[in-house]
């Protein structure tokens, strides 16, 4: 590393520390509007235009913070949440400590690192002069890890007015960065039967259970079709003594989906699925569905990666993209066309796991790839 370059690190490690130790929960607002706070700052100071605001019902924290726009839109959106998955006294617990090249704390990967990538490719854009040639809108909300019902509208609203996003959740090992995510969502189904005495008077009753699992091979065989869709039947409810027929049971299945294709052939299967009876005089309502669309990549976003890859390559990395099935905020500007990279943070693996960890070495890499990348594709060579 160059002296500059360790000075970076530093900083970076120092500020790593301060985000990781700072409790950040979903629910807890307090917390993650605390990281925003200390974001907010960070990015005015950079000369950003930073705002806190407090989105949807539950009042979720999220910061965007701006440089000058090109006649009001932005040549890349910076995507990240500020929440994690640990709970309130996790980081009293276990605070930020380094071992064996690795970072380690509540969240350090998943995607405090990432924040800070962000954060600091915007400074290294800043030191070169050229904050002013390359506009970025930087979006961290706060319920990414519950899916985000908060602030989706926030993000995809910011987002309307940016030509590329990248999300800092973290790299995979040995920088594979994600294209392609899965879809996905949980499909409720209820079927309503009559309830009847089982010994005394079965003829009178119409058994619910017995239609609605009735109906779960054929969802099952959603997962033999070729292609990317899953459908796992995963936990019914029915019947409360075992001496009367259960007059409603209630299935939930969770389903993914790889194109948006493929969305469209579960979403027809579910809405098809009431026309079919097997029990006399029960039937079938779906509620839910695939609310999450797949984020899908297109010839821009392999172009946009090349870049990428090969500013990386010019480093000693060997970059490779992936496809996932979680999802990501990623999905919801990939499937309003806007071109999608995700994985940008730190490389780490083990998330939402206490052995979590990030790869220190990982740091400068990842800032000076991504800083070049924002260079080589607004400004040329
Ligand atoms: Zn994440």
């Given amino acids: 590393m160059t002296e500059q370059e360790q000075n970076t690190y530093d900083h970076f490690l120092a500020e790593l520390e301060t985000l990781v130790n700072t409790d950040s929960a979903t629910e807890n607002k307090d917390g993650v509007a605390d990281v925003a706070e200390i974001l907010k700052k960070r990015l005015e100071d950079l000369g950003l235009e930073a705002k806190i605001t407090f989105e949807g019902k539950d009042r979720t924290p999220c910061l965007k913070a701006c440089t000058a726009s090109k006649n009001g839109r932005f040549d890349f959106m910076f995507l990240g949440h500020m ?13 930020f400590s ?3 090249g690795h970072g380690l704390g509540p969240g350090v990967s998943d ?3 990432g924040l800070l990538v962000a ?10 002069g050229l904050l002013d040639k390359i506009a970025i809108c930087i979006a961290f909300n706060g319920d990414e890890e519950i899916g985000s019902p908060d602030s989706r509208p926030w993000i995809e609203k910011t987002s309307e007015n940016c030509d590329r996003v990248f999300v800092f959740e973290p790299c995979r090992l040995e920088f594979r960065h994600v294209l392609h995510r899965k879809g996905g969502g949980r499909v ?14 079965p003829e009178k009753g119409a058994n619910a259970l017995v239609e609605l699992a009735s ?16 459908a796992q039947c995963t936990v019914i409810r029915s019947g409360e003594k075992t001496n009367i027929i259960p007059d409603e049971a209630v299935l939930d299945v969770d389903v993914r989906v790889g194109t948006k294709e493929e969305m469209k052939i579960v979403e027809n299967f579910f809405n098809e699925l009431p026309n079919k009876n097997y029990v006399e005089n029960t039937s079938i309502e779906i509620t839910g569905g695939v609310d999450r669309p797949p984020m899908e990549y297109t010839d821009k976003t392999v172009e946009l990666w090349n870049v ?8 000693g990395l060997d970059p490779a993209y992936i496809s996932t099935g979680g999802c990501s905020d990623g999905n919801w500007t990939a499937a309003r066309g806007i071109t999608t990279i995700d994985g940008m943070g730190t490389v780490g693996a083990n998330s939402h796991r206490e052995d979590e960890y990030t790869e220190l070495k990982s740091i400068i890499p990842a800032i000076t790839m991504i800083t070049n990348t924002c260079i080589k594709t607004v400004l040329g060579d």
Avoid: C, W
């Fill in 188 to 201: 409720k189904i209820t079927a309503k039967g009559i309830s009847s005495h089982a010994g005394a008077d």
């Fill in 111 to 113: 995607m405090k690192g």
């Fill in 98 to 100: 380094t071992k064996d």
């Fill in 83 to 95: 929440d994690t998955v640990f709970p309130t006294g996790e980081a009293a617990k276990r605070p």
């Fill in 119 to 128: 954060l600091y490719v915007v400074e290294q854009l800043k030191e070169r």
């Fill in 308 to 315: 990428l890859a090969e500013e990386g390559r010019k480093l």
């Fill in 215 to 230: 109906h779960i091979p054929s969802i099952h065989a959603l997962n033999d079709l070729d292609g990317d869709i899953t």
